[in-house]
């Protein structure tokens, strides 16, 4: 499932998004008022502001011995985005988060990083982070890597395409086939993969390819000290690409235009 071969960088990469996630437990001044220090500290890099009421899951609970749903009140979300768009950071009373929309490699990814995790850690003093993540979502076009008409099974390993694995089973007659798992893996660390053919839809507009979809949720459980948030997140992103390339076929990864780095 790991794969042993030295790290390169692909010119003709599959990332469709890149996600760090930090979650702490809740600290009700970040939305008690307005985010204006934390705003002004990071503004110069992330100068678009906009505020987000988004609903929380409903919750069961037991109210006399019978369960009852319970709604949950709206999550004030801030988001602090850069002039492109193509980075985001995201602040609630329970997590932030980075986003970026076209990776250029891991040193930029946490150099955008350090001010506005510096900032919260200053300004709101969390007591430890209960989860680091790091997310990488991966959108496999056979198009745009002139591999149009060779199957999945050519590209991608047997472990993530369940029956489409056989050569006896057309893709064309499959309406669903994902696979879905959650993995103790080196570090202390999980991963969470979903891997699948499907169709991509990116705000209102929905690709007419089927692509392969390989979303790798990598995070370390448990009280992480504010003090190895940056060894915890080395750690995860070091397993990040053994994992990837060991889900890829050797055709892919050459019509992927490997670059040893």
Known sequence: MFSKEVHCRYQLSPLAEVICQLRFPEILSVTAS???????????????????????????????????????????????????????????????????????SWEEFAAHLDKPLAAFIRIYKPAHFSRIGLRYLNFISRFSLGLEGIPFRELIQPCYLGPLSLDSVEEAASLRNTVDCELNIRGGCRA?????????????????????????????????PLNLVAGALQTLHAQAFSLFRGAITTKLHEAMEPEII
């Open 192 to 224: 969470k993969i979903h891997a699948g053919p499907g169709l991509v839809k990116r705000g209102r507009t929905q690709d007419q390819e089927i692509k392969f979809i390989f979303d790798q949720d990598l995070y370390m459980p448990g009280q992480v």
């Open 34 to 104: 307005e985010p204006v220090e934390f705003q002004e500290a990071i503004r110069d890099a992330f100068p678009i502001f906009l505020r987000k009421q988004e609903l929380s899951a409903p919750k069961l609970v037991s109210v006399d011995g019978k369960l009852t749903v319970q709604n949950q009140p709206p999550i004030t979300n801030f988001q602090f985005s850069s002039s492109d768009g193509v980075w985001r950071v995201n602040l609630t009373n329970q997590f932030i988060s980075l986003t970026c929309t076209r990776y250029p």
